[in-house]
Structure formats: C-alpha cells, structure tokens
C-alpha cells in the first residue's frame, strides 16, 4: 500500500536539464531501493537509475555521468537529476520502490519527458 507522486517532467531542449522528484507514502518498508524507470515509444521499460536507503546507486550504461540519482530518507523523495538531455532520453519515466527484504513493488504514475532536437 504505497503511493508514488511523481513531479518535473515536461519538455526540454538537448543539452538542457531537468529534475524529477517522486515523493513515496502509506506502507514503506525502510529497507528498499527507489529508482526511476522509463519506456520510450515502441520499446520496453528500462531501468534507469536505483537507490538503496544507504544511498547505493545502480545506472544505467546510457545515462552514467549525465544523470544523477539521490534521495532524502527523512521525506521518502528519491530524485533524478538529467543534465545533457539527448532526445534518445524521450521517455515516459516511471518512479518505483522496492522493498529489499520482500513485497510488492510499486509503481508511480510516469511522467513524460520529452527532449527536443
């Protein structure tokens, strides 16, 4: 029983940045990893970037050294900061948490972010 509210999509131009927050309620288990996810037109989602509640962080080949991953625990926000959008970054993203120790994964809403060329 957790919700997720996602924030900051929208569209940018390449070479630009945004930040997406998601900020995570109800039933949180302290032991979990928060990420982002993202689906682009016609392909499967994609991992982008995790998060444990110790602050280790797993990404993505394609985004490493662009994008930025961090969370405030006292808040349950997880954020993705995006610097050196490319268009190949056109995505709906999708917030999610993972509880380490077992239970259901949840899911966001997805926020659309679209880099134009």
């Known amino acids: 029983q957790v919700q997720l509210v996602e924030s900051g999509g929208g569209l940018v131009q390449a070479g630009r940045s945004l930040t997406l927050s998601c900020a995570a309620s109800?039933?949180?288990?302290?032991?979990?990893?928060m990420g982002w996810y993202r689906q682009a037109p016609g392909k499967q989602r994609e991992l982008v970037a995790t998060?444990?509640?110790?602050?280790?962080?797993n990404y993505a080949d394609s985004v490493k050294g662009r994008f930025t991953i961090s969370r405030d625990n006292a808040k349950n926000t997880v954020y993705l900061q995006m610097n050196s959008l490319k268009p190949e970054d056109t995505a709906v993203y999708y917030c999610?948490?993972?509880?380490?120790?077992?239970?259901?994964?949840?899911w966001g809403q997805g926020t659309q972010v679209t880099v134009s060329s």
């Open positions: 109800g039933r949180i288990f302290s032991l979990n990893a």
């Open positions: 999610n948490l993972r509880p380490l120790l077992g239970g259901t994964n949840s």
């Open positions: 998060i444990t509640h110790v602050g280790t962080t």
